[in-house]
């Protein structure tokens, strides 16, 4: 039986990291005396639910979540956040509660509300704010004031232009978290610590275009040229401070939940079905509005509709089926040649110059070992997720190369980071789901 | 989620055993527990709802401006 710290820093990315790492001393030394691999995440490659397919071994269908909201019922407005308790399958802490060992989490996006924990929990930014109860037990929440003051649960204005704004946001965040986590581990009993820092995420959105040669914003004059190697060297030597505080033999685990890429734009998904008539519209808006805000008003005239989109780092398309949807109209007999036929389609948008774009579409029975809840009837990675999926519709146009909800610079990519040290082998890639055994068989105690 | 609180009667076994292993069960007191043990029942249940509609309408909001939904 060992202890173990997993390390999760959101969005880390592969690629980049080895690019960092001549400059990163901790997280270099754990390479060189450790294991490296690549980490295959779930599709979609999403913070929620790719953090707790992790935690808990299972995939987004098996788990019935698919991304940070779902559907709750057919109509065409249920739509919920995938809160805790969206997640019922065990997570790792769970079983080794089971076995009467401690676990303290900190920061795992799927963790709000609180569920109990046989250890101490601190929910991740899905808390709507630091006055929530945010901690399992309720008191914990004292203890954090007490220990590091106002608890920052995510940068607050995360879509700004103000970069040195933005940095220091996040810094202050990331600066607080491993505070947090060093007093955890040092002054609370624990098998298992498990811990998600956002803060590469944010920095990776904000920021990639300032980093990044190749991306289309890229200014290579630009004062942020260096700000994201800046702030993972700031981030290496927070965890070389976590590292040292942690009881010898530890077992240290260093992993990401995605990676990044550069966003080229986005594809609107709804103006793109509006024009090839699978979504029809009453009156169409002289505005950018929300598909949703459309539904609520009554302006879909859904006994003309085959489809509608949802929009995100990645596409999601639903089908309106006779008998499943309120107002349905695809003959379910008609189903499988529909969405084979806008697969087909959605995969051959080119750029605006009639370039292809590498789109990926893709079907949740194909993915996935269940398929439960309400899931998507295709799963769409524009520019294999080099282009986002932009959902509001008024726009009369179906490319953008800036975001419909503020500056981004970067979306998420299939592969993320990690990193066991002590090192455990030399495989180049793992997949996401052996994380959750693999802490299991670390730990031990059974 | 905080409110006011009312007072009930649970069985006295019940009581004895989260006494007992309050440590285990990591919790400070035998109404946090039991609250929290009800809330995360209902919350799975879909009987009570993990935000109030002003936290859900921030939450979304946020989500939006952090690009996962648009």
Known sequence: MKKVAVIGLDCADPDLLEEFLPRLPTLGELVRGGSFSRLRSVDPPITVPAWMCMFTGKDPGELGVYGFRNRTDHSYGGLGVATSARFSAPAVWDELGRRGLRSILLGIPGTYPPKPVRGLLVSGFLAPGPEADYTYPASLKEKIAAWVGDYILDVRNFRTEDKAWLVEEVRRMTEQRFALARRLVTEEDWDLFAMVEMGPDRIHHGLWAHHDPGHPKHDPESPFRDTILDYYRFLDRKLGELLSDLPGGTQ??????????????????????????????????????????????????????????????YGRLFLNVKGREPQGVVPPERYQELRAELAERLAAIPDENGQPIGTRVLRPEELYREVNGIPPDLIVYFGDLSWRSIGTIGWDRIHFHENDTGPDDANHAPHGIFIAYPKLDNRGERSILEVHDLILSLVGGE | MMGEKRAIEIDAGLLRAIEEHLGELSAGSVEEYVEVVLRERLLSQGFLSPYTPEEEKEVEKRLRDLGYLD
């Open chain 1, 252 to 313: 240290v685990l260093v992993v990401s939940d995605h990676g990044a890429q550069r966003m080229e734009g986005g594809i609107g998904i709804n103006e793109w079905l509006i024009r090839e008539g699978y979504l029809v519209l009453k009156g169409y808006p002289e505005e950018p509005t929300r598909l949703g805000d459309l539904v609520k008003a009554g302006l879909v005239d859904w006994s003309r509709t085959v489809a509608w989109g949802e929009g995100g780092y």
